[in-house]
């Protein structure tokens, strides 16, 4: 009789340990909970090819202790590069290692942080650990609709925290630029210069409203319109005056970049050196501007020298 009641005492609490352990008594639960968000700093912003618009990423510990080793990632469009960390703040996020995102790279990451569990503030609100990363990206590519990827992980949190995928846009937009050249280089007093000036979208949009101004020094006056070439479209087009120092040509539309080639404006024109010039050299300076407050400028260039 006590010999059975001594094994079924020891059958009794070898079950029991068998039990504690399955249900993981022996060791000490930490429950954790990321949670990660992806946004435009700006969302009425119109993203375009060669802008750098920014975005915030933000993980915030929604549990209910520390989480360690938190690794930050962003995935981003097709043709969309890393170009800067803005800032990193957030709810005292301590980190622990410094890993900085890549120059140039299309899946940027940033680490490692610690970040607190919940902490309840002097007027009983709750204030949880965070973590805020903004970034600035050079959008690239064909005009169309694009998806951003934002994701956390962390050596005391299961799993991946994914971030909703963020909708981009890219519209399409021109991209120009511009020459001026002149020939001959050398004149005497009261010569002739054909100056050229050469206007290129390279973009995916076309450039509307474009307007190239050429400054002349003051003994240098307009004569005439050589010619105009490529397949810009005009309306309204506006010429220089007759004997006027400011070449001002205005009112194009210039395509963007097809399988031809670029859009082009070239237009040609005659300048005098009126009598009496002084030798020496005369640059020019010019202004392009177009619809959506493109300017570019070119000061003191192409200079012409007058000789006796």
Same mark, same amino acid.
């Given at each position: 009789?006590?010999?059975?009641?001594?094994?079924? %005492?020891?059958?009794?609490?070898?079950?029991a340990a068998a039990l504690l352990t399955a249900c993981g008594s022996t060791t000490t639960s930490n429950t954790t909970s990321l949670a990660t968000s992806l946004e435009p700093a700006d969302p009425e912003a119109q993203v375009k090819p060669g802008d750098s618009p920014e975005y915030i990423v933000r993980?915030?510990?929604?549990?209910?202790?520390?989480?360690?080793?938190?690794?930050?990632?962003?995935?981003?469009?097709?043709?969309?590069?890393? /170009?800067?960390?803005? +800032?990193?703040?957030?709810? /005292?996020?301590?980190?622990?290692?410094?890993?900085?995102?890549?120059?140039?790279?299309?899946?940027?990451?940033? =680490?490692?942080?610690?970040?607190?569990?919940? &902490?309840?503030?002097?007027?009983?609100?709750?204030?949880?650990? &965070?973590?805020?990363?903004?970034?600035?990206?050079?959008a690239q590519g064909a005009p169309g609709n694009y998806q951003m990827a934002g994701r956390a992980t962390a050596d005391s949190a299961d799993g991946v925290a994914e971030a909703k995928g963020l909708p981009v846009t890219v519209a399409a937009a021109p991209h120009l630029s511009f020459e001026i050249s002149?020939?001959?280089?050398?004149?005497?007093?009261?010569?002739?210069?054909?100056?050229?000036? +050469?206007?290129?979208?390279?973009?995916? =949009?076309?450039?509307?409203?474009?307007?190239?101004?050429?400054?002349?020094?003051?003994?240098?006056?307009?004569?005439?319109?050589?010619?105009?070439?490529?397949?810009?479209?005009?309306?309204?087009?506006? &010429?220089? %005056? /007759?004997? +006027?120092?400011?070449?001002?040509? =205005?009112?194009?539309? %210039?395509?963007?970049?097809?399988?031809?080639?670029?859009?082009?404006? +070239?237009?040609?024109?005659?300048?005098?050196?009126?009598?009496?010039?002084?030798?020496?050299?005369?640059?020019?300076?010019?202004?392009?501007?177009?619809?959506? =407050?493109?300017?570019?400028? /070119?000061?003191?260039?192409?200079? %012409?020298?007058?000789?006796?």
């Amino acid at each position: 009789m006590r010999r059975t009641a001594h094994c079924l %005492i020891g059958l009794i609490l070898l079950c029991a340990a068998a039990l504690l352990t399955a249900c993981g008594s022996t060791t000490t639960s930490n429950t954790t909970s990321l949670a990660t968000s992806l946004e435009p700093a700006d969302p009425e912003a119109q993203v375009k090819p060669g802008d750098s618009p920014e975005y915030i990423v933000r993980v915030v510990n929604g549990g209910a202790s520390l989480v360690t080793g938190v690794t930050v990632h962003v995935d981003l469009p097709a043709n969309f590069t890393f /170009k800067s960390t803005t +800032s990193i703040s957030g709810t /005292k996020p301590a980190r622990t290692h410094i890993d900085e995102a890549s120059l140039l790279s299309r899946n940027p990451a940033w =680490g490692t942080w610690s970040l607190q569990g919940p &902490e309840t503030l002097a007027d009983g609100t709750l204030r949880r650990g &965070e973590l805020d990363i903004r970034f600035t990206v050079d959008a690239q590519g064909a005009p169309g609709n694009y998806q951003m990827a934002g994701r956390a992980t962390a050596d005391s949190a299961d799993g991946v925290a994914e971030a909703k995928g963020l909708p981009v846009t890219v519209a399409a937009a021109p991209h120009l630029s511009f020459e001026i050249s002149a020939t001959p280089g050398t004149i005497r007093a009261g010569g002739i210069v054909t100056y050229k000036a +050469s206007i290129t979208n390279d973009g995916t =949009g076309p450039a509307e409203g474009v307007n190239i101004l050429i400054t002349l020094p003051q003994s240098f006056q307009w004569t005439d319109t050589a010619g105009t070439a490529g397949n810009s479209s005009k309306q309204g087009v506006r &010429e220089p %005056i /007759k004997g +006027s120092s400011l070449v001002d040509y =205005g009112g194009y539309t %210039i395509p963007p970049r097809s399988d031809a080639g670029p859009g082009v404006l +070239s237009i040609s024109f005659h300048v005098s050196a009126v009598l009496g010039t002084p030798v020496g050299s005369y640059p020019v300076s010019a202004e392009l501007t177009a619809d959506g =407050g493109l300017d570019l400028v /070119k000061r003191n260039t192409v200079p %012409i020298a007058v000789v006796t």
